[in-house]
């Protein structure tokens, strides 16, 4: 489905500063989009899963399903909708790249050539320059959802015990060391043992290994990248995280990077960590202190 209005149309009728959302998996593209309405922006998306498509049809002016592999397809209409600003937001984990690897153009081959790796890092620095190469400027999600940032403390009823603290603090250096070689930014912990790590398969996939392998609750630590392009793939936990932490026993915590790790649904996360018995705790690195 392709909106009605075209750039042309749009600057006719509106004084608006054009915002493209690049929308993948969650509700945070909704929650982005909404607080870019309410600062006077218009917003369109070009969404980039099925599940973005489907929650960002009622909020936008105009949607386009595209894998991003049609680079130059995807760039055109972003100009039509008179594009000023993007954003990237939305879970888009490698298997679903894999899955559309065909789905490619002469564009974005050519892009791609001049990359020294595929790591992230070289991959999102490049989609950046290719952005801002066509006139729009690539803003970060915290310029729209600050409230999402947690701050270091304990924002549960349960606190951590000295011993899930020296977990928290073991993990935490391990998660940051998995961050910098682009590996993953989660790891599971159980009694300074590190049960899971994660890879290609996301950060639920291998808290539920975690918490399989364990046969109980875990500490569960996320993370940022050392060197993290704040326009890119911030770090994010949810509800999925707290449901694929449930064990056979009530328990388990979850520790994410203070400042960098945004805590979506946090009223509905605080609850059912309460109900569960888990707890939740926004840590700084344990070197800094």
Same mark, same amino acid.
């Given at each position: ?114 990359? #020294? ?6 991959? =999102?620095?490049?989609?950046?320059? %290719?952005?801002?190469? $066509?006139? @729009?400027?690539? !803003? ?117 990077? #203070? ?6 649904? =946090?009223?509905?996360?605080?609850? %059912?960590?309460?109900? $569960?018995? @888990?707890?939740? !705790? ?8």
């Amino acid at each position: 489905m392709l909106g009605s209005l075209t750039a042309k149309e749009m600057k006719g009728t509106s004084t608006k500063r054009v915002l493209g959302v690049i929308a993948g998996d969650g509700k945070l593209p909704q929650m982005l989009s909404q607080s870019a309405k309410e600062r006077d922006y218009k917003v369109v998306s070009l969404c980039l899963t099925d599940d973005a498509f489907a929650r960002m049809q009622p909020l936008c002016d105009a949607v386009l399903h595209s894998p991003p592999g049609l680079l130059r397809r995807n760039i055109s209409w972003l100009k039509e909708q008179g594009v000023e600003d993007v954003v990237f937001i939305g879970k888009l984990n490698k298997v679903q790249l894999l899955r559309n690897i065909l789905k490619i153009d002469l564009t974005a081959i050519k892009e791609m050539s001049k990359l #020294a790796n595929l790591n992230d890092g070289s991959i =999102q620095t490049a989609v950046g320059g %290719f952005m801002e190469s $066509h006139g @729009m400027r690539v !803003v970060t999600q915290s310029e729209f959802l600050p409230q999402l940032f947690p701050q270091v403390g304990v924002m549960t009823n349960r606190q951590p015990t000295a011993a899930e603290y020296v977990d928290i603090d073991f993990g935490y250096k391990i998660a940051k060391e998995l961050a910098r070689m682009e590996i993953g930014q989660t790891v599971v912990v159980r009694d300074r043992m590190i049960i899971a790590i994660e890879a290609i398969e996301g950060t639920d996939e291998t808290i539920r290994r975690g918490v399989h392998l364990a046969d109980g609750p875990v500490v569960v630590v996320k993370v940022a990248r050392p060197v993290q392009d704040q326009r890119f793939d911030i770090p994010a936990a949810g509800l999925r995280t707290l449901n694929a932490m449930v064990a056979k026993k009530p328990g388990g915590i979850l520790a994410l990077a #203070a400042g960098e790790v945004m805590m979506v649904e =946090q009223e509905e996360m605080i609850r %059912f960590a309460d109900q $569960h018995e @888990m707890s939740i !705790v926004a840590v700084s690195d344990p070197a800094s202190r």
